[in-house]
């Protein structure tokens, strides 16, 4: 796993990226990427046009959404629209 944790420290870097840290505090925060995947989901997309989108697969698309419906606290896609 280090090995792992450091190729991508390497790629952030290299990309002037940077993890964002996780505590307590950024549980309920959303990521950059599930801000991105719920923006298109609000414009009407299907899980496989927001893949297709962002050279995701729909698996990690439906994963990211399952994390964001957890975060917000909402059960359907619907919901994303009424959230500022």
Sequence with gaps: ??????RAARE???TGETARKRTV????ELTP???QI???AREGLTNKEIAGRLYL???TVEHHLRKVFAKLGITSRNQLG???
Excluded: H, K, N
């Design 82 to 84: 009424s959230l500022a």
């Design 1 to 6: 796993m280090g090995a792992f944790a450091d």
């Design 12 to 14: 952030l870097l290299a």
């Design 33 to 35: 990427r599930e801000t």
């Design 57 to 59: 697969s729909t698996r």
């Design 38 to 40: 719920v923006r298109l």
């Design 25 to 28: 505090e950024t549980t309920s």
